[in-house]
């Protein structure tokens, strides 16, 4: 008995081969037949590569790419899987944002640039999509104007004395408000936009929110703490990396103390930590990103409560650059021993070999600052000569002042310190150094002040911190022994 693969023809057992291809086609056309498509034309990009691409998490991937053809048509095939927000992708040019639902997708325009001018021909929820979107723009200037006006006569009422004005402003911006609840209540709820604008609003007006009080930025920090990580919705959204950004932006801003605004930084990462207990791979790649955000912020003590609860949860794997800074802070942390420091008879001061001094310990400092930099760092450049400057006054009240140069040539290293009154030190290994990978250090200039049994005392980011931690707590202390003079 055969098997009949079209009309007239009989498969017989003895053609493997054909049996093979049959199948390959008909597994070629399922696949097709189950995928969307999403296609146009963008008459000024004229045989341009062009791509779609999807939202996973934190990351994108390219679903798709073509070369749009002579008169600027392409097509592009997706799949369930791919289902969510989207971005088409042309050189040099913003993306232009599309929803990849169970539906075919048609658009026209002159060019992604122009997205004003871009039109949705087929596709019911990308066509809401464009609808909202240039009417939304007209309700938010239009809402940005009647604000204007409201504090403005609301604070001057002995100038601009009409009330019934202030009512009537309050009417208005209660109409534009019911619009907008309007459009969101026609939507279907299973629908990406019924959820995707509604955060996304949320996420653009967070300047507006940090401006409105304590209960209003409350409710924001409460209703972001709550997002769901996992949820499918999100994970292709696009808006994961905007959240986290304002999440913490806004707990930054909120007007709290610094102890007060790490707290609600510690309880926040606790909380998108527990989100993704289940979630290994996710967890990784999110914890990166946020690590990454906090540390560009210099909010470094909420990046080592973040290294320390990551580490205790043993989620990082051993060889990843984020597990080797998430080490350092643990070995690293204020109030943890640092490493013995051998300078092996190579230290400098003012371009002189100090040939005696080995270990750091013989200089006989009540406090130590180490600075790690290089003279390719710019920074550093910038700040060792006010650190030249400030150097007499510290060594009077106990402060030893130790510059470790990651530098790899003597004669980079004698150009940039020659002059400097503080000892100098660099073995030009660069990053391989055993004093540098002891202080894991990953970024210069990086600072460390240790008491004179090496014990960390703080972390500073900046000389400002250095000497406001100096002035604080050396400057009323009696000195009986001066840093180390040869």
């Known amino acids: 008995m055969g098997f009949k693969c079209k009309k007239g023809f009989q498969l017989s057992r003895r053609s493997p081969w054909v049996f093979q ?11 097709a037949l189950s995928a969307q498509t999403l296609g146009g034309n963008l008459t000024r990009h004229k045989q341009t590569p062009i791509q779609l691409l999807g939202f996973k998490g934190l990351d994108t991937y390219v679903i798709a790419q073509d070369t749009t053809d ?16 989207a971005q088409i992708i042309v050189p040099n040019e913003n993306p232009f944002l599309v929803i990849l639902s169970n539906e075919e ?16 021909q087929k596709g019911a929820e990308n066509k809401a999509f464009e609808h909202f979107a240039k009417e939304q723009a007209i309700r938010d200037n239009a809402r940005s104007a009647w604000d204007f006006l409201e504090t403005l006569y609301a604070q001057n009422g002995a100038i601009l ?15 534009i408000q019911n619009q907008e609840d309007a459009f969101f209540a026609n939507l279907p709820k299973q629908s990406m936009l019924h959820r995707y604008i509604p955060l996304r609003n949320m996420l653009n007006t967070l300047p507006i929110t940090a401006q ?25 959204s696009g808006l994961m990396q905007k959240s986290i950004e304002g999440h913490f932006w806004l707990i930054e801003n909120a007007g709290l103390t610094l102890d007060s605004s790490y707290l609600q930084m510690q309880i926040s990462i606790d909380s998108l930590l527990d989100n993704l207990k289940n979630q290994t791979e996710l967890r990784q790649s999110i914890s990166e990103g946020l690590f990454d955000l906090l540390e560009r912020h210099s909010l470094f003590q909420a990046s080592e409560y973040l290294a320390l609860k990551l580490l205790n949860g043993e989620t990082c794997e051993a060889e990843t650059p984020l597990a080797y800074k998430l080490e350092a802070y643990r070995k690293m942390k204020i109030g943890n021993i640092a490493p013995e420091i051998n300078l092996g008879y190579r230290a400098f001061r003012q371009g002189r070999l100090l040939k005696s001094l080995n270990a750091l310990d013989s200089l006989k400092a009540t406090h130590y600052l180490l600075v790690f930099g290089a003279s390719w760092c710019s920074h550093c450049e910038a700040m060792l000569p006010e650190l030249a400057r400030k150097y007499a006054d510290w060594s009077q009240m106990g402060l030893e002042l130790v510059y470790v140069s990651l530098d790899d040539s003597l004669q980079a290293f004698y150009a940039q310190t020659a002059t400097y009154p503080f000892i100098c030190y660099s073995d030009f290994k660069k990053w391989a150094s055993p004093i540098v990978k002891s202080f894991h250090v990953f970024a210069t200039p990086t600072f460390y002040i240790l008491d004179a049994q090496r ?22 202390e009696e000195t009986k022994t001066p840093g180390f003079r040869k």
């Open 70 to 85: 002579e008169m600027g048509g392409f097509s592009f095939l997706f799949k369930k899987e791919d289902y969510g927000m």
């Open 161 to 175: 004395k009409k009330p019934s004005v202030l009512r009537d402003i309050k009417k208005e911006q209660k109409r």
């Open 21 to 31: 291809f049959c199948c390959a086609f008909l597994g070629l056309t399922t696949t």
């Open 105 to 120: 997708v048609l658009l026209e325009g002159p060019s992604l640039q122009d997205p004003a001018h871009i039109h949705i």
């Open 455 to 476: 014990k960390i005392k703080v972390k500073p980011i900046s000389l400002s911190q250095i000497e406001s931690w100096v002035n604080h707590n050396l400057k009323t």
């Open 212 to 236: 409105k009080g304590r209960t209003q930025i409350n409710k924001a920090i409460a209703y972001l703490r709550k997002l769901d990580y996992t949820d499918t919705f999100f994970l292709k």
